[in-house]
């Protein structure tokens, strides 16, 4: 990442700089209004090295850190990136060309500024219904609430989004409630007394249950003296039981409803994984522990963070429906009607975001409810997703 913050910085300051030689110090501005415009573009790019000061050089990322690095990085995406478009724009000789960069500049700003302030605070509950013949008799019509990546640490108002979300998921009446992982950003205190009290609201007759992602694994902890890696981890899971949540960690139990059951078989991020979390495939991964002694004609519905797990869950012969988060769907997303839509995350990942069907087992990919990197999401609305399953062909 550092060679990003680099290029972006050394990019913006060398267009800056041509751009005001050229153009802006011999233009009939007034020294006023000129030593204005000059103050506001250095104060922004400045921006990009204040992110990576923060980022890097900052002893250790704390809520306050984390959530100040999230604002300057929209604060340079909202300046300097209209900037970059209404320069473009003057590099046409006529009007109208300046005229449409000075357009798209105000429209790119007013898009950063709803997706900050109206779309991540847009939380929406998307149905899904999934069909199989291998479901016992006494699951049908049983309703998953399932929800992911909730990165409480970048919540702008942690309780009174998350007590809107768990009042919207008891609304729905579930029989089973699923969390995905990245319940935290960074550290355990993210869930303090207030937000478990909340989440600890969450029940269903089949129960509440969860898995690990990348972020609950304390991996971006930088002061690891103050707290390691396991002892966060450890502390995380606990909180979560005392929740009335049960953590799967690599591991299968089974549902019973009337005379049937179903095996239930949650997968914890590997923090070995760490940098194969955003790489389109993975290294092998032996899963034997999870599907130890399960039956394959047994329906199976797995829990993971990462969606490109699903390769590895159906080649060992499980995932009748497999559920994943992470992806966020990069927090940028163009729905079109009822289609997947277009995001950048399908440069990353060959899955990405909703329902997918390979060889007649199904995997969801919930699009989350935190924002991380930036504190919006543009048209990747927070996603909570029901899914009702369906015994039949």
């Not at 100040?68 to 478009?85: A, D, E, K, Q």
């Not at 009337?258 to 760490?274: K, M, N, T």
């Not at 060992?316 to 950048?344: C, E, F, I, N, W």
């Amino acid at each position: 990442m550092t060679w990003m913050f680099l290029f972006l910085s050394a990019l913006t300051i060398a267009v800056d700089a041509f751009v005001w030689k050229k153009y802006l110090r011999t233009a009939p501005l007034g020294i006023t209004l000129r030593s204005l415009l000059m103050l506001l573009i250095v104060l922004s790019d400045l921006l990009m090295p204040l992110s990576f000061a923060i980022l890097r050089l900052i002893p250790d990322n704390t809520t306050a850190v984390v959530r100040s690095w999230g604002l300057v990085n929209l604060l340079f995406l909202c300046t300097v990136l209209p900037r970059m478009i209404v320069y473009a724009g003057y590099l046409g000789r006529r009007r109208i060309w300046r005229r449409l960069g000075w357009g798209i500049a105000l429209g790119t700003i007013a898009l950063f500024l709803w997706g900050a302030l109206v779309c991540r605070n847009r939380l929406r509950v998307e149905e899904v219904t999934i069909t199989s013949d291998r479901l016992p008799a006494a699951f049908d019509g049983v309703r998953i609430a399932f929800f992911s990546d909730l990165h409480i640490g970048v919540l702008e108002r942690p309780e009174t989004e998350i007590a809107r979300l768990v009042d919207t998921i008891r609304s729905l009446r579930p029989d089973l409630i699923l969390f995905g992982g990245d319940l935290i950003n960074i550290r355990y205190t993210e869930l303090d007394p207030a937000v478990s009290a909340l989440l600890g609201r969450l029940d269903a007759p089949l129960g509440v249950y969860s898995v690990i992602g990348n972020h609950d694994t304390g991996v971006y902890i930088k002061d690891s003296l103050a707290l390691d890696r396991e002892t966060n981890l450890s502390r995380l899971i606990r909180r979560q039981e005392e929740m009335g949540w049960r953590v799967l960690n690599d591991e299968t139990i089974y549902l019973k409803r009337g005379g049937d059951s179903i095996s239930f078989s949650g997968i914890s991020f590997d923090a070995a994984l760490r940098n194969y979390r955003h790489a389109t495939d993975l290294p092998d991964i032996d899963l034997g522990s999870v599907y130890e002694s399960v039956p394959r004609e047994s329906y199976n519905l797995t829990l993971c963070h990462i969606p490109q797990l699903w390769s590895h869950i159906t080649a060992a012969g499980y995932g009748d429906l497999t559920l994943a988060g992470h992806v966020h769907s990069m927090q940028m997303k163009l729905r079109l009607g009822h289609t997947r839509g277009v995001s950048p995350a399908r440069l990353l990942y060959k899955q990405w975001s909703g329902l997918y069907y390979r060889d007649g087992r199904a995997l969801y990919i919930n699009d989350g409810i935190g924002a991380v990197g930036i504190p919006a999401r543009l048209g990747a609305a927070p996603e909570i997703t029901l899914i009702t399953l369906r015994r039949g062909e």
